[in-house]
């Protein structure tokens, strides 16, 4: 790169917050919507026309997204969106991270540094007085709890079905789902089997949701049971009995030493015909650069709002702490074709 580019790449960076709410700013009043329309470009004067925003709010929001590329000027006075844009305005990935960024994480991460120097999540005060993001996460605003499900059921429900063949090739009666959160699992295995029953394990916040979502569907419900769990209190037990113990996009939310600590209770009731499978999205299983940004940008969430010291970990690291709590993981499953998940399949040794 020459010395200009990254001169130019530089002040992106540090101007990214201003970039990051002009993008923010132009698809909630429907500016990028209005580039969308158009096949021949537009002028600032037709976008206020289009938008009701004024002149003045069209042009300096316009002008930015041009300097960072998100639009182009064709000619004089006249923009069409870019490609960048076009993936800002239509990528579901891409909404999905954007609304999570402005709803759930841009207030906080201005506490970053605090949270890094001090191992707590700084940043949670924005939201309210809690340790962790969890023990709040039912009473987080209507708006911010619709962008944190929405940010965290994009990165699971795709891969479902695919997650659903591997865990049923043994047939298993009974499920623990350990952090459970709405429940959607617990549905989703209950309907793909009608002789299973799933035990949802979390916090009470979590299991309120999750009992509502599930006392609608008379089918399933008889089925799924519920037991609160505080997962890192020292005296909290993981009982014996289940099949398959079904961690998705969990052990994330905790340190290292958590996740021995999470892995020691299981391994202490579990039958040696138990199965334990950890679905997690790894930075070093991903395919495409996007996805390695979007979970590196996601541990930084975790270290500043959620709870302070987990993170989202590679492969090797988690097969490290498993190893380390005396489990042995006897199978790898990539779901890239459909997501950007793994599955590791992990028994007693």
Not at 312 to 321: D, E
């Amino acid at each position: 790169m020459k010395a200009i580019s990254a001169l130019y790449e530089a002040q992106k960076i540090i101007f990214s917050p201003f970039i990051f709410q002009a993008v923010y700013s132009m698809s909630e009043l429907g500016i990028l919507d209005a580039f969308n329309n158009s096949k021949s470009g537009l002028s600032f004067v037709e976008i206020s026309e289009q938008t009701n925003v004024s002149k003045y709010g069209v042009t300096v929001l316009v002008e930015m997204a041009e300097s960072a590329g998100i639009v182009d000027e064709i000619a004089p006075g006249k923009f069409l969106l870019s490609k960048i844009g076009y993936f800002i305005l239509r990528d579901e990935m891409t909404q999905v991270n954007m609304k999570f960024t402005q709803d759930v994480c841009y207030k906080g991460l201005f506490f970053l540094k605090d949270a890094i120097t001090d191992g707590s999540p700084k940043g949670l005060k924005v939201f309210g007085d809690w340790k962790t993001v969890y023990e709040g996460l039912s009473k987080l605003p209507t708006e911010v709890k619709k962008s944190w499900f929405d940010f965290d059921h994009y990165y699971s429900d795709n891969s479902f079905s695919d997650a659903l063949a591997i865990i049923f090739k043994n047939r298993p009666k009974l499920i623990f789902d350990i952090g459970g959160n709405t429940g959607k699992w617990a549905i989703a295995s209950t309907n793909f089997d009608s002789d299973v029953q799933v035990k949802i394990f979390d916090l009470p916040g979590q299991l309120n949701v999750a009992k509502a979502t599930i006392e609608k569907s008379d089918t399933i419900k008889d089925r799924i049971s519920f037991q609160e769990i505080d997962i890192l209190n020292p005296t909290s037990v993981i009982p014996g009995g289940a099949d398959v113990y079904w961690m998705s996009q969990f052990l994330d939310c905790f340190s290292e030493n958590e996740i021995e600590s999470i892995l020691l209770k299981i391994k202490a009731n579990a039958s040696p015909n138990s199965t334990i499978y950890i679905m997690e999205t790894f930075l070093d299983n991903q395919v495409f650069p996007a996805a390695k940004l979007s979970l590196a940008a996601t541990s930084l969430y975790f270290t500043a709002i959620a709870n302070g010291n987990s993170r989202m970990y590679s492969s090797r690291t988690l097969k490290y702490i498993i190893e380390k709590a005396g489990l042995k993981c006897i199978n790898e499953y990539n779901l890239h074709q459909v997501s950007f998940h793994t599955i590791l399949e992990v028994k007693l040794v």
